[in-house]
């Protein structure tokens, strides 16, 4: 019965908190630097990864930027969002939300990228179709190994490599590294470093690196 089990133990086993635009200044990044270089790049589009997307709230914040940034660029955005935990994908891929969770979120934003609810869903938004029509998502185990048959401009893994022993990291970060296309980015969370992980990204500060090739 280990494989009928299996699943609902490791969802309860992995930790989820999160929370729209947290660490704010990756989102800028995005928006600053990203997004005109790969114009100035002549690229068509940008493809972003949320490797530990939890219930959602980081991609549809990547989504919300992307969708500003790009409006005025000739770039079409795509999103892979993916977690071990099939009960996150699900409230994720919903995109359903309580008012409490996007309370801090400025005016404009909510009004372009949120329905509210009315009768029995009052207190609670909903993600826009055109951003939820952008992500794809997917469940993925990051410690064994994988081949997703795709490279990304960007890989967001932030907050999950903490968890992991030393050598599961240098592991995850050479498959982030072969998933990456050349000059492109890895960004991962406040409490995280790649010093002593690897040698195949340079810093540049507030743990967003790029990649040496």
Not at 38 to 43: A, H, I, M, S, Y
């Amino acid at each position: 019965h280990w494989d009928e089990e299996k699943t609902p133990f490791i969802n309860a086993l992995t930790t989820n908190p999160t929370s729209f635009f947290r660490e704010n200044h990756h989102f800028t990044f995005l928006t600053r630097t990203v997004v005109p270089e790969l114009v100035r790049r002549g690229q068509r589009g940008i493809k972003v990864w949320s490797a530990g997307c939890s219930t959602g709230e980081e991609p549809y914040s990547i989504a919300m930027t992307l969708a500003e940034a790009c409006s005025s660029h000739p770039l079409k955005w795509e999103l892979l969002a993916t977690d071990l935990d099939t009960d996150v994908l699900a409230r994720a891929a919903r995109g359903v939300y309580g008012m409490d969770r996007v309370e801090d979120l400025p005016e404009f934003q909510k009004k372009r990228f949120l329905l509210r609810g009315k009768g029995e869903r009052a207190g609670q938004v909903r993600v826009v179709e055109e951003l939820r029509r952008g992500i794809q998502f997917r469940q993925l185990n990051l410690i064994k190994p994988f081949d997703l048959g795709e490279r990304f401009d960007v890989v967001f893994c932030r907050n999950v490599v903490i968890y992991f022993d030393r050598d599961t990291k240098v592991r995850l970060v050479e498959q982030f590294a072969r998933h990456l296309n050349p000059a492109s980015w890895l960004i991962m969370g406040h409490s995280e470093s790649l010093h002593g992980i690897s040698n195949a990204f340079q810093s540049l500060g507030n743990t967003t690196y790029q990649i040496n090739r």
